[in-house]
């Protein structure tokens, strides 16, 4: 099994920059993809970014492209989000997930393994 732990989630105004990290630990697989999804309140989970095994290939929701960059260190087993020109519609708690295989997805039931989210709260 494979467990993995979010940080950088916090407070900030409007226009400001957040960095998400995400760890892997435990069971880590030779190719596993790996992305960002969010949840705000009384909404539904929704895919933010996606990123394949090789950080070749990334992808993202419309809502975030231009202002989202997602990364992966394959050495540190940590995947990031650089969130940049945040505005109040971002706040919601945001999960890390991963999942088996080479390729993107921007499928939540692609990811088998989920973090316990951090929380984003973008002030106007």
């Known amino acids: 099994q494979v467990q993995l732990v979010e940080s950088g989630g916090g407070l900030v105004q409007a226009g400001g920059s957040l960095r998400l990290s995400c760890v892997a630990s435990g069971r880590t697989f030779s190719v596993y993809r790996m992305g960002w999804f969010r949840q705000a309140p009384g909404k539904e989970r929704e895919f933010v970014a996606a990123i394949s095994w090789s950080g070749g290939s990334t992808y993202y929701a419309d809502s975030v492209k231009g202002r989202f960059t997602i990364s992966r260190d394959n050495a540190k087993n940590t995947v990031y989000l650089q969130m940049n020109s945040l505005k109040p519609e971002d706040t919601a708690v945001y999960y890390c997930?991963?999942?088996?295989?080479?390729?993107?997805?921007?499928?939540?039931?692609?990811?088998?393994?989920w973090g316990q989210g951090t929380q984003v709260t973008v002030a106007s």
């Open positions: 997930a991963g999942g088996v295989g080479a390729y993107y997805s921007t499928g939540a039931k692609m990811y088998d393994d």
